[in-house]
């Protein structure tokens, strides 16, 4: 009787573990959608966008929306990455000149 007992509240406590670090995994992942979102904006009005951090986004609410949140998440962290770098790219680059914006 006590191993039975035993089993089902171990078998809760780790139903319980999983279901939270489910939830809080969906909300990181969401909050590193906006911020790569956000950041890409700054990219965008500076007029240095790079190539696939849009479609990186676009992949990770593809994700998040199918409940494949560490794969959501991995993509929003390299667009987010992509994003800082690009303006990166343009703050060191911004004195030099730049024969396309004419």
Do not use: G, P
Request: with cysteine; charged share 30%.
């Amino acid at each position: 009787m006590k191993i039975i007992l035993l089993a089902i509240i171990v078998a809760f406590q780790f139903c319980h573990v999983s279901s939270v670090s489910a939830e809080s995994l969906k909300d990181k992942a969401s909050a590193v959608i906006k911020e790569a979102k956000s950041t890409n904006k700054k990219a965008i009005k500076l007029k240095n966008e790079w190539r696939d951090v849009r479609k990186l986004i676009k992949a990770a609410v593809k994700a998040h929306s199918e409940e494949n949140y560490q794969k959501s998440m991995d993509l929003a962290e390299e667009a987010l990455n992509q994003a800082k770098m690009s303006i990166e790219q343009y703050n060191k680059q911004k004195d030099n000149y730049r024969f396309l914006d004419d």
